[in-house]
């Protein structure tokens, strides 16, 4: 169930893309509804799951954005994996623990992305830190609206949380 509502979030977020990409060819500087797919998947728990979900919306999204292959997919993985082994331990669950997480989330994303392009391709990226800013904030409003959706339809909490067990 969990994956299938991820493949319909990944076809979501594609047509999305490829909207603003249609209508606003710059528009997805400040804003990835990807970064929204993977929060949502890692705040389950299940690393592994979140890890391959990191990859395949980061291969999705470079295949379709013209980057550099897989600089999203690492990107992304790594979000992934410190969402859901911070979800793991703590179990954060709520729209406060959802926006928290995707803030994290998407500085991470940015900020691992920026390192990777600086040493990879020797480019400055130009404006870094207000265009961190600007898509941290219309991502995450964005993000907090699709989850606060998701519970007024769902009707219930829409992550099911998975927790590692305690101990050796």
């Known amino acids: 169930m969990r994956w299938l509502r991820f493949a319909v979030g990944l ?6 893309h490829s909207l603003l990409d249609s209508f606003f060819p710059n528009a997805l500087a400040f804003f990835n509804p990807y970064v929204i797919l993977v929060v949502y998947y890692s705040m389950g728990g299940n690393v592994f799951g979140a890890i391959i979900a990191g990859v395949i919306a980061g291969l999705v999204q470079d295949a379709y954005s013209g980057a550099m292959f897989g600089l999203h997919a690492f990107a992304l993985t790594v979000c992934a994996y410190a969402v859901a082994s911070i979800n793991s331990r703590l179990v954060l669950r709520g729209t406060l623990a959802f926006g928290a997480c995707l803030v994290g989330a998407v500085i991470v994303n940015e900020l691992v992305i920026y390192i990777l392009v600086n040493i990879l391709l020797k480019q400055k990226v130009e404006m870094f830190e207000q265009g961190m800013i600007v898509k941290t904030v219309f991502t ?3 993000g907090m609206i699709v989850y606060l959706l998701l519970t007024l339809f769902l009707r219930e909490e829409p992550i099911d ?3 590692r067990p305690a101990g050796w």
């Open 161 to 163: 949380a998975t927790r």
């Open 140 to 142: 995450c409003l964005f």
């Open 11 to 16: 076809l979501i977020a594609l047509t999305l």
